[in-house]
């Protein structure tokens, strides 16, 4: 029963983030235009807030795993995954970890860039 729990905690989580995504990013998509992605751009920041703020205080205010997952893992990973790669790449440096830590923010960008140059050549030539 825990396993279900668990999943049902993620799943709500999950779905309000990516609907609060989604309708962030139109909202400032009307505000602001469409010649900057700016929607994307207040996402991925407000979540790497979030993700910091709510990491450290909900161990000292709400220590509850469940509200955790619900509001970090769920809400926030579906709000933004940009926000889990700010904070890994975080508690990396402050680990002491600095090389690996700037080889994960740095490889990840990099990877992620060819990653999509490869899928938008992929995804043209099929069309």
Do not use: K, Q
């Not at 709510?54 to 940009?82: E, K, Q």
């Not at 440096?93 to 999509?116: D, K």
């Amino acid at each position: 029963m825990e396993r279900w729990a668990t999943i049902l905690v993620l799943t709500v989580g999950g779905a309000i983030g990516v609907n609060a995504r989604h309708f962030v990013g139109i909202w400032v998509r009307n505000w602001a235009g469409h010649h900057f992605p700016w929607g994307t751009f207040l996402i991925n920041v407000s979540g790497s807030f979030a993700i910091g703020f709510l990491a450290m205080a909900l161990d000292r205010w709400l220590p509850s795993p469940r509200l955790r997952l619900l509001i970090v893992t769920g809400f926030l990973g579906g709000y933004t995954t940009f926000s889990s790669y700010m904070i890994e790449s975080m508690l990396l440096w402050e680990r002491g970890e600095a090389l690996r830590a700037c080889a994960y923010f740095l490889g990840s960008a990099a990877a992620g860039l060819v990653a999509v140059i490869v899928g938008m050549a992929l995804g043209r030539s099929i069309g």
